[in-house]
């Protein structure tokens, strides 16, 4: 009996530390079927967002453009209704505009605090490149600006099938350059979620390779920072993820109907894959059970080897940027004042 | 088909944003088996690491301290022989002590820098208050001597069947009195993986209902914050994570068997429950398939409730305490190297 529990206590130590030497083939873990309750540590707001069943339809392809159009001009229907709620509890107004000829929303407090007077937040919605136009990428700015206290500049960027990569892409940059013109970069910041959050790292990528200013701190949100494929949480993550669901979804075929034959593996469409040296302070936020846990993790890698200042924050059980779905919930509120705190540290006045 | 595409998106939107009037029942979701291959984007040895098999006899569930003792003791047998390669690998020497009665361990690199010549780590070693005996709780307190020149007094403490709670967190007291009474407390930091994470917290909230000196930083590695099973990541990182395996796994009950009937909700056992008001800046460390992933981001979370400073890594599909094993990974160097950074800048010299 004594013999066996040392034979067990080799064992389970043999699997606790390895060498070199000890190193076993990697076939692939085989992780049995499971059932997931909702967590019970979340806000009752937070545990309906959580409980839901996998998003209908993930496994949607449409071709082209033209065959998201439909479906992006749908669901937009049904986000813009909740927009005049939003403002009005979070005491924001919106102002519609053109900059630059780039559509564009300007999101303002109501009550502007003083040391905000000055400051301008750049917004990039997400939507995997095809969804979300018009208001319905206004629910992030909204929540920036009315838990924060920001303007926020909202860049309504062309999608298909009006324009391909890397037309959202020019449309945030010209909207970036506009502001820096009238703004003094140290009082600006970049944000955005998926791949709003790719659309934050490259824009800092572009500028730097155009020589044009930074900004003081930026937040891309679980950033869809890799479309090929690669990050664990792909695979771990899939199937519990219910708003991602899979990679084989419709997400990363919007990227790609975006891309249009862009290089997917090229830094403006997988920032993880570019340069983060020189990059401003970046906050970077993820669930337990986002499909793009792994790319946020490893961008908040990337960012740290090269010397920049990183922070990561991740919430318990959610998903892909359920964060920004319910601004009762307080999850939100708090993913939000940090993100507001962060600013308020790294931005001058 | 105009009409289907706006109804699916119609469909998608409504999953990706629900106002409370909307939410649904909240159903488990059943999430079918999966073959995960170890992730591409991690280094050759953390691949080894990661590619392991769920470890052996993870569901052993010795019944009381004299049958943990054979299978701690035979563990450590095995993990001892890892050690002198590891101390010449990182040059630090290990020297066996006593602190007012306490086992310990003093390791100190061989080169000490000039800014941590007055400086003092403290070390808690993990392995479920049952397991690392002796030489075996030392790999985490060389590799952070190793990797971030400082002097680490490891602590030795009693477990079963030598004792129950609260032993072990009262000789980790008295080393903590012991080193303050020595050492200024601005220049300490206290840190530990797994049940040594757990302790690092629970040493704090100690000391503050104790009235004593609190340390300048602290480095909780994915701490056991909590013994009562909460947590969706201990669900949904289920026979995923390759160390823990499951929460009714081996070491949950050897935490038990240590509690020795005290309730496990007590914030000495699942610190996540605890004041964590005024506590110093905190380092958590973590891995995307870690089975306490989530102890770690809801510990995280209520540090910042608490308006504490703290800080998040993630380590790209690593399981729990993978970041503990090999020196030699360049995964495991950057997270003692961001740790060391983190205490390099909170701690006085």
Chains 1, 2 share one sequence.
């Not at 013999?3 to 692939?28: D, H, N």
């Not at 750049?122 to 920036?144: D, Q, R």
């Not at 959050?197 to 020589?211: D, I, N, S």
Request: aromatic share 6%; proline share 8%.
């Amino acid at each position: 009996m004594t013999m066996t529990r040392a034979l067990i206590g080799a064992a389970l130590t043999a699997s606790l530390f390895i060498t070199p030497a000890a190193a076993q083939q990697a076939a692939p873990l085989e992780v049995p079927a499971k059932s997931v309750p909702v967590p019970s540590d979340v806000s009752p707001q937070m545990k309906k967002i959580i409980g839901m069943p996998l998003r209908t339809n993930w496994d949607i392809h449409p071709k082209d453009g033209a065959a998201w159009k439909p479906v992006a001009e749908a669901g937009a229907e049904t986000l813009k209704k909740l927009v005049p709620g939003m403002m009005e509890r979070l005491h924001v107004k919106v102002e519609r505009t053109t900059i630059d000829g780039v559509r564009a929303f300007i999101v303002t407090p109501e009550r502007m605090r003083p040391e905000n007077r000055d400051r301008v937040l750049v917004h990039v919605h997400g939507g995997c490149y095809v969804l979300n136009p018009g208001e319905a990428g206004l629910p992030e700015a909204i929540f920036m600006s009315g838990f924060g206290g920001y303007k926020v500049i909202s860049v309504d960027y062309r999608m298909p099938p009006e324009a391909v990569y890397p037309a959202a892409h020019d449309d945030a940059m010209t909207v970036w350059k506009a502001v820096t013109k009238t703004t003094d970069p140290k009082k600006t910041a970049i944000f955005g979620t998926s791949a709003g959050g790719a659309l934050t790292l490259a824009m800092v990528m572009r500028a730097k390779q155009e020589g044009l200013p930074l900004p003081a701190a930026i937040a891309p949100g679980t950033p869809m920072s890799d479309t090929t494929k690669v990050g664990d949480s792909f695979v771990t993550n899939a199937m519990l993820d219910n708003v991602l669901v899979s990679p084989d979804g419709f997400c990363d075929d919007g990227a790609k109907v975006y891309a249009a034959g862009h290089d997917l593996k090229d830094p403006m469409l997988s920032p993880v894959y570019g340069d983060f040296s020189n990059f401003p302070p970046t906050i970077l936020t993820t669930g337990t059970r986002d499909l793009l846990l792994s790319n946020t993790v490893r961008v908040h890698r990337r960012l740290r080897e090269a010397g920049v200042e990183a922070y990561l924050q991740g919430g318990e059980g959610q998903s892909h940027a359920q964060y920004i779905r319910d601004d009762t919930a307080p999850e939100t509120k708090a993913v939000f004042e940090e993100i507001a705190g962060f600013f308020a540290k790294h931005l001058a006045r």
